[in-house]
């Protein structure tokens, strides 16, 4: 008999990548329940009786957002984190895979990139912090319920995401999304120039969301439970990613306005992959300049519909 998965966040960014690898899950969206809630939680688990759980739901946004409501980040989180774990012990859900997010790992570390037991070495960056917590608190639950229950569950920790799909306002969007919206749109309206947040220092690891899916896939159908960083190769710098989405969206006559008043975030969060490529060896992710290439176009498709 074959498995029924559940997918929280079905409608987001990697769930409508999911659905390619896993057509027959169960993706669930903040319309069908309310899993801030436990009536929310229990009313999902006795409708569909799960044997896994895909855990993409979150509340996420961008720097200026967490930095505004930081108790939403926090309580939002925690609350459907805290309850989908339990719930999936009581009703006896055979798998649940937590995603998290680099955000969890500490602000400032002595050595890069950071490995997964590097977790709790120092708390996280002030400019999401309770998000930051928030999603370490579910590893922790993972741990706890691992080690009392003997359950096999688990988290996987990617990297900043983008795709095709994605939500592109400026506030709660991901950083290349919005970025490469930034461009279609000053390159429509025959501007000269762009404008981004802080002075482009900070380093980041950016990976396409149908390759993050495709390990969600992996760790399902090849029975790996362990839990692991998900990130390409690639650690650029803002300025560097910025210029490399110029070229990729043919728009190298723009220049790029910093503004200072904004906050840089977190200086660099990048994670090893060492894990990852020992367990899935064959993981080849798309490199940044063709994620966005694909992108933009998807915009420029929409446009001249």
Request: include cysteine; charged fraction near 25%.
């Amino acid at each position: 008999m074959e498995n029924k998965i559940v997918v929280t966040g079905g409608s987001g960014l990697v769930g409508k990548y999911l659905k390619k690898y896993l057509p027959d899950a169960i993706f669930l969206s903040s319309k069908d329940f309310d899993l801030t809630t436990e009536v929310g939680v229990r009313n999902m688990y006795l409708k569909y009786k799960p044997d896994i759980v895909v855990h993409l739901a979150a509340k996420v946004g961008g720097i200026i957002d967490n930095i505004n409501k930081p108790a939403e980040y926090y309580t939002e989180n925690v609350m459907m984190n805290t309850l989908l774990v339990d719930y999936a012990y009581k009703m006896n859900v055979k798998r649940f895979i937590g995603i998290l997010s680099t955000c969890i790992f500490p602000d400032v570390m002595e050595t890069y990139p950071m490995k997964e037991e590097d977790l709790h070495l120092g708390p996280p960056t002030m400019t999401n912090f309770s998000y930051g917590y928030a999603k370490r608190s579910l590893a922790v639950q993972i741990d706890a319920y691992n080690k009392q229950y003997n359950t096999k569950y688990q988290y996987l920790t990617p990297c900043n995401l983008y795709g095709i799909g994605d939500k592109d306002h400026e506030s709660n969007s991901h950083f290349i999304t919005a970025l490469v919206k930034k461009i279609f749109d000053a390159k429509q309206n025959n501007e000269k120039s762009i404008t981004l947040f802080g002075d482009g220092s900070p380093l980041r690891q950016f990976m396409f969301a149908d390759d993050f899916a495709k390990i969600i896939y992996e760790v399902i159908t090849k029975d790996i439970y362990d839990n692991f960083n998900v990130a390409g190769e690639e650690n650029l710098s803002i300025k560097e990613m910025a210029n490399i989405a110029l070229q990729a969206c043919d728009a190298e006559n723009l220049e790029i306005k910093w503004d200072l008043d904004k906050p840089n975030g977190q200086h660099r969060k990048d994670v090893s992959i060492e894990k990852l490529k020992s367990l899935l060896p064959d993981f080849s992710p798309l490199k940044l300049s063709e994620g966005i290439k694909m992108v933009y176009k998807s915009y420029y498709d929409k446009i001249s519909k």
